[in-house]
């Protein structure tokens, strides 16, 4: 089989693969058909199978491995698979470690460079408040280093959470250092603390995808109200600064449309929201341009940047 970051337009596809979304829908024409997200450890693809009924699609469900034969297509400037055959494959015909996407950074280094942050924290309310989120609650520590950052898009994969927080963290502290009207202190926290609600709002994987409590409220109320949850607990953590907190991780979307319950009312919460959106970007362009390989002819259009997009010329 081929990973899914190694398909190009016009090929076959022969492979087994995760079956992470299966849904029926049907087409203007009253047509029914199948989506399907296919994964493995190096990204996802959408599928369609256009004929649901016939010889050859036999009977599978989500997170059932699958052995697919089709043909890679584009829409919209996106890689699709039209799916000709399709049977649930048994065990030991497939590899699991080769469906689940990681980072391919070291999880434990990651983390204990986070911790370095957290231990230059001098406020002492700050501090605390790390520590026991990163430090002594076990559960919240395990699910951190285990989450992605978002179902799709951007650090979809085990350790992107912790890939993305540590990277929004250091664009942090390199604003600290060029812009002294930020507190340290307070940005380097909620740098740390911005995601957090995603370990309730995504699921483990290898399902990656969103909760009861994350459709009906999203990671950004779950993060602040974790956020109060602690504070409570610190005895003397001021009002104000679980205010100020708080208000960073319901500003740092940047704006209403795009989630944020908030708009940025102090300078940590704007510099909080231009590293979230850099990394994102940033992210997400090379998880594009890896999934494009040599290719050096313009991509199409991308919905997210809504722009066609291809890698410079050097």
């Known amino acids: ?10 090929e076959k596809i022969s492979g087994i693969y995760l079956c992470k979304h299966k ?3 049907v087409t203007k024409n009253g047509k029914p058909y199948e989506n399907l997200i296919l994964q493995d450890k190096t990204g996802t693809i959408d599928g369609k199978i256009w004929e649901p009924n016939s010889l050859g699609i036999d009977e599978f469900e989500p997170l059932d491995y699958i052995d697919v034969v089709g043909d890679v297509t584009s829409f ?26 990681v980072s391919d950074k070291n999880v434990d280094t990651m983390y204990q460079e986070l911790l370095g942050f957290a231990a230059q924290v001098k406020n002492p309310y700050l501090h605390r408040l790390l520590v026991s989120f990163f430090q002594e609650d076990e559960e919240f520590v395990r699910a951190f280093k285990g989450n992605s950052a978002a179902k799709t898009v951007h650090h979809g994969f ?3 959470l912790l890939e993305h927080t540590l990277s929004v963290v250091k664009l942090c502290q390199y604003y600290c250092r060029t812009y002294p009207i930020l507190n340290q202190d307070l940005l380097i926290t909620t740098a740390m603390l911005h995601d957090i609600g995603k370990t309730k709002e995504l699921s483990p994987f290898p399902k990656n995808d969103y909760t009861d409590d994350g459709q009906l409220l999203g990671h ?28 960073c991780i319901l500003a740092h979307h940047g ?12 300078a940590e919460a704007v510099a909080l929201n231009l590293a979230d959106n850099t990394d994102a970007k940033m992210e997400t362009l ?25 890698k410079s010329s050097l």
């Open 76 to 101: 919209q400037g996106s890689l699709q698979v039209s799916i000709k055959r399709a049977r649930k494959a048994g065990e030991g015909e497939y590899e699991p470690g080769n469906y689940l996407p």
């Open 23 to 25: 849904q029926a829908a």
């Open 255 to 266: 704006e209403l449309e795009y989630g944020s319950p908030k708009k940025p009312a102090l």
């Open 220 to 247: 950004i109320m779950m993060g602040a109200e974790m956020i109060h949850d602690k504070a409570r607990e610190i005895p003397g953590f001021p009002e104000k600064l679980e205010s100020e907190v708080k208000h």
């Open 158 to 160: 085990i350790g992107g």
């Open 286 to 310: 090379t998880e594009i341009f890896n999934g494009a390989g040599e290719q050096k002819d313009w991509l199409g259009y991308n919905r997210f940047f809504e722009s066609n997009l291809r």
């Open 1 to 10: 089989m081929k990973f899914i970051n190694e398909l190009r337009e016009g």
